[in-house]
Antibody
Framework: QVQLQESGPGLVKPSETLSLTCTVSGTSISNFYWSWLRQSAGKGLEWIGRIYTSGHTNFNPSLESRVTMSIDTSNQFSLLINSVTAADTAVYYC?????????????????WGQGVQVTVSS | EIVLTQSPDTLSLSPGERATLSCRASQTVNNNWLAWYQQTPGQPPRLLIYGASNRAAGTPDRFSGSGSGTDFTLTISRLEPGDFALYFCQQYGTSFVTFGGGTKVEIK
């Protein structure tokens, strides 16, 4: 069965870079879009961005200037958010995108990782 | 950005009762591209409905989605113990997808 698993540091200092990896098992990472999302008490669920196996990306406009995503053939994709503040404290999820035929950037999310808590604090 | 407003914030019902959850969009959701998710404590969201009314694989038929334009509804026909959870709507009518704030269905 398809599984997604997030990994990375649970504590990041303010102004530093948050780095997470999602490992996909049970299916090839090819031919799908993959997203990162986060959930905090204050802002609810928030989509961060998506990446395709070609490396094509789309980002939430409010985060675009600080976010980088990458993907590789070892069935992993990654998220970097630089210059973090306390407002970036959240549970971070990776998810598989599904889309209407011919509209690959218009996505709902059919599979999610368990999530990883990331706290920004000195 | 399309803002989704869910109501009520909390719904207190008994097992066996019918639950009706609302999701209202600040502008028309193109093609009625709206999804619903269920979340229990400590778990990620689980997809229930996409395309406003299409059940995802494994979604029981007591869950149904309806609506169009700016007004959408998730109905649970007869609540079972596992249905007491948090529910979110999400629009994907634009490439910048957004979520509602959630409705908690709790045991009365």
């Amino acid at each position: 069965q398809v599984q997604l698993q997030e990994s990375g540091p649970g504590l990041v200092k303010p102004s530093e870079t948050l780095s997470l990896t999602c490992t996909v098992s049970g299916t090839s990472i090819s031919n799908f879009y993959w997203s990162w999302l986060r959930q905090s008490a204050g802002k609810g669920l928030e989509w961060i961005g998506r990446i395709y196996t070609s490396g094509h990306t789309n980002f939430n406009p409010s985060l675009e200037s600080r976010v980088t995503m990458s993907i590789d053939t070892s069935n992993q994709f990654s998220l970097l958010i630089n210059s973090v503040t306390a407002a970036d404290t959240a549970v971070y999820y990776c998810a598989r995108d599904r889309a209407p035929v011919g509209r690959p950037s218009y996505n709902w999310f059919d599979l999610w990782g368990q999530g990883v808590q990331v706290t920004v604090s000195s | 950005e399309i803002v989704l407003t869910q109501s009520p914030d909390t719904l207190s019902l008994s097992p066996g009762e019918r639950a009706t959850l609302s999701c209202r969009a600040s502008q028309t959701v193109n093609n009625n591209w709206l999804a619903w998710y269920q979340q229990t404590p400590g778990q990620p969201p689980r997809l229930l409905i996409y395309g406003a009314s299409n059940r995802a694989a494994g979604t029981p038929d007591r869950f149904s989605g309806s609506g169009s334009g700016t007004d959408f509804t998730l109905t649970i026909s007869r609540l079972e113990p596992g249905d007491f959870a948090l529910y979110f709507c999400q629009q994907y009518g634009t490439s910048f997808v957004t979520f509602g704030g959630g409705t908690k269905v709790e045991i009365k």
